[in-house]
């Protein structure tokens, strides 16, 4: 799995490194796309290596500390514990080359007791474990930069005198925005990220902590205060939470139907159950 | 609402996102040659259609394989 992720992340890259270049090299020759080439080899280097501490900066979280008890169990690197400010019960992990960071946002401090927390980083532990966060990670940075143009247009719109941004002006004007940047970014996500990452890293959590039960317990209150509280998220970066945190609550939505890259909680409900009875 | 649980729809809706491009596109061509050259605007639409065409058909198998064994 490690290393079908690693080809992925290539892919990724050389889509990305390729076209202007070629662009480049077809119209002004050899020498200009020989430079623009070194010149986007260098910036995927720099994306690769960076990328966890972008996402980080994204959601301007803070480093609070490091998980060594349950890395330790898992005889993986601690990776650190950053905390930020979101209304969202939300925990996620980035990271490349070897070092991670897990991610938890104020609102799932607050909700979830100890034992629970625990369960839910041994969850992030699992995708650490089973190669899944450097992918994450890559892919975030590339589809959450292309949804994240529909924001920029809502805000364009707002600057430029369109009115409120629950005006039918702007908002239709993310949707039009939204419709041009939300396939190839969900596409993105659905074709290189495996929707049996979560059921890995839900077994994973199982044999670190034991308890199957309170892992489906609390992804079932997650569920449930993500449904209560309907605050968006960038649709690009939906596939690093636990589970699936977008809404589709009217017409204005629908893009965010292709970002799901989950399986449902009912089929993670049963595989734990299943797991458990091995156990 | 079953509507709003359809990706199809939401595919449609992209579509039309990019026929309103191309109606962009094109405007701009009339206004750079300051006259309509059906030909060029022709040739315009038809690379223009058949890039997104083929995308969104790509778009479409994917998003079918991923997106309608979860019930969507």
């Avoid at chain 1, 992340?9 to 020989?34: H, K, T, Y």
């Avoid at chain 1, 044999?207 to 309170?214: C, K």
């Avoid at chain 2, 206004?31 to 223009?48: A, C, K, L, P």
């Amino acid at each position: 799995m490690l290393i079908n992720n690693q080809v992925k992340i290539i892919f990724l890259f050389v889509l990305f490194s390729i076209p202007v270049p070629a662009i480049v090299f077809l119209i002004f020759g050899d020498i200009a796309g020989g430079i623009s080439l070194l010149v986007f080899l260098f910036l995927s280097y720099i994306l690769y290596r960076y990328s966890g501490k972008i996402l980080l900066r994204w959601y301007r979280a803070e480093k609070v500390a490091s998980l060594e008890n349950i890395s330790k169990k898992a005889e993986i690197s601690p990776p650190d514990m950053y905390l930020f400010d979101h209304p969202l019960p939300l925990i996620f992990t980035v990271g490349t080359g070897g070092r991670y960071a897990v991610a938890l946002s104020s609102e799932a401090m607050d909700m979830f007791d100890k034992s629970e927390l625990e369960i839910l980083f041994a969850h992030e532990i699992g995708h650490i474990k089973n190669g899944d966060v450097q992918l994450n990670t890559i892919v975030a940075l590339f589809a959450g930069s292309f949804a994240a143009v529909s924001t920029l247009a809502l805000w364009g719109a707002l600057f430029m005198g369109f009115g409120q941004n629950y005006d039918p002006a702007p908002r239709f004007i993310r949707f039009f925005s939204m419709g041009l940047v939300a396939p190839p970014a969900a596409l993105v996500a659905q074709l290189l990220v495996a929707c049996s990452r979560e059921h890995v890293a839900d077994e994973t959590a199982v044999e670190l902590t034991g308890n199957s039960q309170m892992l489906v317990e609390s992804l079932e209150r997650l569920k449930h205060q993500v449904d209560l509280n309907q605050v968006g998220v960038n649709p690009g970066h939906a596939h690093m939470f636990p589970l699936n945190v977008l809404h589709v609550t009217e017409l204005y939505d629908i893009h965010l139907l292709l970002f799901n890259t989950h399986p449902s909680l009912e089929s993670r409900s049963n595989r734990l159950k299943e797991a458990s009875k091995k156990i | 609402m079953d509507l709003l649980n359809k990706w199809k729809l939401s595919l449609l809706f992209s579509f039309v996102s990019y026929s309103i491009v191309l109606f962009g596109i094109i405007i701009l061509d009339v206004f750079w040659i300051r006259d309509f050259d059906f030909q060029e605007v022709s040739m315009i639409t038809g690379i223009y259609m058949a890039f997104i065409i083929l995308v969104m058909i790509i778009e479409f198998i994917v998003f079918k394989i991923k997106l309608d064994p979860r019930g969507e």
